[in-house]
């Protein structure tokens, strides 16, 4: 066991054990400012018939933050698709973004949840920003074209854990029951913004999904975003998710954590650690972003976005890729 003894200027909770993945470095930068120049990020890897999508969020220099396509045959080489989903109209919930596209195929049809946000900031100063919410939209291909559906998935509610965001996370089928780990916040009495993941349930993709009344982790641990790997070899559930960290200067994503469990139902806050961050990464020294994994034989592929050198600019991203050799070796807790 490592301790990473006290990190955070506010006392926030830590990673008490680490299963280090190794970094490769950057699989996809970013591009000219009329494609994606102000920086990618926050990608989401999936395959399809022998090959590699994935999806990230980018922004150009006449539009504001949407979801775009990346395919590859190897995980490393990728050649980008464009935009697939477009902002919403004035006054849409999805009108200042639209990103984070989480997809699930099911009987030749692709659904995805995907973040929307009414924000309302001038170009290019609109990183995606709060209230994020989770829309829908669905397609024949995973290449799209994506039709954009009027379906309310879930929506933040006051006085819950969720009240400031319920955005797109992993999705899972369990039995009959779809599971998906959505990103929750909440703004406190002290305008501090605490985050953490949460399960909504639905029997049917097209329809309205029911938020568990308790979060899945304690809104201290400061975590969003989420993807989910079944390691078949040890019957395990591994729930990778962004961490986010605090500094002097601001707060930032700082790092990946992941949980385990045997019964995607049930997870210990407890049983965690830390799997990648800037002292793991080769070019990103403290911007640790967004991950998504993916297996490939006897490794898992865990995609990330991050900041060449030691800035924390929520602009100017690439995406890289580190690996974790498979089964996940979990480490013994200190007794």
């Not at 990183?127 to 669905?138: E, G, L, Q, R, S």
């Not at 509610?157 to 797109?168: D, L």
């Not at 953490?196 to 979060?215: F, M, Q, S, Y």
Request: charged letters at 25%; one cysteine or more; proline letters at 5%.
């Amino acid at each position: 066991m490592i301790d990473l003894g006290a990190k955070y200027l506010d006392g926030r909770p830590e990673a008490q054990l680490t299963i280090p993945a190794t970094d490769q470095g950057i699989v996809l930068k970013r591009g000219s400012a009329e494609l994606d120049g102000y920086g990618i990020r926050e990608p989401l890897v999936f395959e399809h018939d022998g090959t590699y999508l994935m999806h990230y969020d980018a922004s150009d220099d006449k539009t504001g933050w949407r979801n775009y396509l990346a395919t590859s045959k190897d995980l490393i080489h990728w050649e980008k698709k464009g935009v697939i989903l477009e902002l919403g109209q004035e006054g849409d919930d999805d009108s200042s973004c639209a990103v984070y596209g989480v997809t699930y195929p099911e009987n030749g049809v692709w659904h995805m949840f995907y973040i929307g946000s009414d924000y309302k900031r001038e170009h290019p100063y609109d990183i995606p920003d709060f209230p994020y919410v989770t829309m829908k939209a669905k397609s024949d291909s995973p290449y799209g074209p994506w039709i954009k559906q009027d379906i309310v998935p879930f929506r933040m509610k006051e006085n819950t854990y969720y009240s400031t965001t319920a955005s797109s996370g992993a999705i899972v089928k369990d039995g009959d029951e779809y599971l998906q780990f959505f990103s929750a916040s909440v703004l406190d009495s002290n305008k501090i913004t605490k985050r953490t993941l949460g399960i909504a349930r639905t029997k049917d993709l097209d329809g309205e999904w029911t938020v568990d009344p308790e979060p899945l982790f304690p809104l201290e641990e400061q975590i969003e975003n989420s993807t989910v790997f079944f390691e078949e070899e040890t019957g395990t559930w591994f729930l990778f998710t962004n961490h986010v960290g605090i500094n002097e200067i601001k707060e930032y994503t700082d790092a990946v954590w992941v949980y385990w469990t045997k019964d995607i139902q049930r997870w210990n806050v407890d049983d965690k650690a830390l799997v990648f961050d800037g002292s793991m990464c080769s070019w990103s020294k403290s911007v640790i972003g967004a991950p998504s994994v993916f297996r490939l034989g006897d490794k898992l592929a865990l995609f990330y976005d991050g900041v060449e050198g030691s800035g924390f600019d929520h602009f100017h991203r690439d995406i890289g890729v580190a690996w974790l050799d498979l089964p996940i070796q979990i480490p013994q807790k200190q007794k």
